[in-house]
């Protein structure tokens, strides 16, 4: 793709889970166009999770890319479950790089697991994916009304969004169900903050290549059922698609491009949601 | 010259004017080559002037204007025979074809379903719904033999995914747009070749600025203005703004077609500023 410099030129993005995955792959594809960045990540494990997830280490290699594109960011180490935790990272951003334009609520965790699985999982992928992304556009949202300048915010769902997949674990449940309800929260935000020309879109991918779809645990969760496999077989003929494709979706939304495209969601699943 | 569909030719129906030579214009601004079809008449059941020669000729200069290659005809989507004829004669002296925008259509004046008259009902299902059938079946066989992939864009409208009183044979038309959308999506994707719709909310172009639309939105006045039609218009929209304009459409239609998009396929995507969820 050829490069049309500078899309995001002044404006400043929020970004959770920004550590590695989508999330770094959106600070970096969004810097590529001229937005500074605030980068959240909880950098830690949750027990719930059978997959290794992000560290500092990881963050910090987000930060080493977006400052080699030139643009700043402020990263810090913060849980989208603690509403204190999160907002004070986010005003620490703000307070360096100035007010907020553009919000990714990009956090998440896949928390499947074969066997023993923890009576937690459910709990934790909805505290995380759900009122992890309301705690997000909560944090974000007064300072971008007061201002007046508008916004973009996408929310990340998924395909399990969409559709009745994930199986049928504590886990798998609570990821379709907490998928679904960001796509209540999208149309009601969408709703409430057009006034103020606040747009608010989601974006629902099919598998990713990202350490939470490519790992030993998550495989073989698939592997165990032949009906996970068909969820997660495309019409195109690709097996996943990439993080940066995800973020060339929220390009378009969070640009002038997408000035007027509000309340929509936007799968990039390879065809998958059509066939099924 | 680079661009986000450099190299690339797409073919356009309804070029002439409005959304179509937006389109034109913004793809080729892109690097595109255009094939540019439009019927360049009055249609029956339009209330309102068709497109021109004159105004095709117009897009042929603003895209030569890009130093981009450009192939106009004078064609009917509703005449299949005259579609593919243009199309591959666009093709001969282009020499590929990577994009397809069915954006050829028509508005109408409002009645109540049961008052559509039966020619009505049949002029906007031929142009709205067969033409893009027609635009799609002369291209598919050329975008599988180059092998190469490719986007299909089909123009349906809010209106394609939900009701609106008094228009019902437009609001059939663009929702069968997307019963087509997803079909040909699903019957392309071994071939790459990728198929969504769009779907505007009002767009500030000739097909709804005229009395006749003026009149479906402030049917509690005589001879309704653009002025008396925004509240009206703007009361359709989430987003505080009465209509969007070209260059929106056309924006997203390139997003479908480039590179950018490489994985989405049989999607309806609104350009509505918030139309649908209201």
């Not at chain 2, 002296?93 to 109408?108: E, K, P, T, W, Y």
Request: net charge negative; with cysteine.
């Amino acid at each position: 793709m050829t490069q049309v410099a500078g899309k995001l030129e002044g404006k400043v993005a929020f970004i959770t889970g920004a550590a590695r995955g989508q999330g770094r792959s959106h600070a970096i594809r969004l810097a590529q166009e001229g937005a500074n960045i605030i980068a959240v990540d909880l950098c830690r494990q949750i027990d719930s999770v059978a997959y290794p997830m992000a560290t500092p280490d990881d963050l910090a290699e987000t930060v080493k890319e977006v400052e080699a594109l030139d643009r700043r960011i402020v990263a810090r180490e913060a849980d989208v479950r603690d509403e204190a935790g999160l907002k004070a990272a986010f005003e620490a951003g703000v307070a360096e790089l100035g007010p907020v334009d553009i919000v990714l609520a990009n956090a998440g965790i896949a928390p499947m697991a074969l066997g023993e699985e923890p009576h937690q999982a459910w709990q934790d992928v909805i505290d995380v994916n759900l009122t992890g992304v309301f705690n997000t556009v909560e944090t974000a949202i007064p300072s971008m009304i007061e201002r007046g300048q508008g916004g973009a915010i996408v929310l990340t769902s998924s395909t399990a969004g969409i559709n009745g997949i994930g199986g049928a674990t504590r886990g798998g449940l609570g990821y379709t169900a907490s998928k679904h309800g960001v796509v209540g929260l999208m149309r009601s935000y969408a709703n409430t903050l057009a006034p103020h020309s606040i747009r608010v879109n989601s974006v629902h991918p099919t598998g990713v290549r990202t350490p939470m779809v490519v790992n030993e645990v998550m495989q073989q969760f698939l592997e165990s059922d032949p009906a996970m496999g068909q969820a997660m077989a495309n019409a195109l003929p690709v097996d996943m698609v990439e993080p940066v494709d995800i973020s060339n979706a929220i390009l378009w939304l969070v640009s002038d491009d997408g000035r007027y495209v509000t309340g929509i969601t936007v799968p990039v699943d390879a065809g998958f949601t059509n066939k099924k | 010259m680079a661009g986000r569909v450099a190299g690339k030719v797409a073919f356009i129906t309804g070029a002439a004017r409005g959304q179509g030579r937006s389109h034109a214009v913004r793809l080729a601004q892109e690097g595109a080559d255009i094939i540019a079809v439009d019927v360049c008449e009055d249609m029956p059941g339009m209330p309102y002037a068709g497109a021109t020669q004159e105004d095709l000729a117009e897009t042929v200069k603003e895209v030569e204007a890009l130093d981009r290659r450009i192939v106009a005809a004078k064609a009917d989507v509703r005449d299949y025979g005259a579609l593919k004829a243009a199309l591959d004669d666009g093709i001969a002296q282009l020499g590929r074809l990577d994009i397809v925008s069915a954006n050829a259509g028509i508005g109408s004046s409002p009645h109540a379903a049961q008052d559509l008259a039966e020619q009505t009902w049949q002029d906007m299902l031929d142009i709205n719904l067969t033409g893009v059938w027609h635009t799609a079946k002369a291209a598919t066989a050329h975008l599988i033999e180059g092998g190469r992939g490719g986007s299909i864009v089909l123009t349906s409208s809010a209106a394609g995914l939900q009701a609106y009183a008094n228009i019902a044979h437009y609001v059939s038309a663009k929702h069968g747009v997307v019963g087509l959308m997803r079909t040909l999506a699903l019957e392309l994707a071994p071939h790459s070749i990728r198929v969504n719709s769009i779907h505007p909310t009002q767009v500030d172009t000739p097909m709804i600025q005229n009395e006749a639309t003026y009149r479906l939105f402030r049917p509690d006045l005589d001879h309704p203005t653009r002025a008396d039609f925004e509240p009206a218009s703007q009361a359709m929209n989430v987003l505080p703004i009465p209509w969007v304009d070209p260059v929106d459409i056309s924006n997203a239609v390139l997003f479908l077609a480039s590179d950018e998009a490489r994985y989405i396929t049989g999607v309806a995507l609104p350009v509505d500023a918030g139309a649908v969820i209201k």
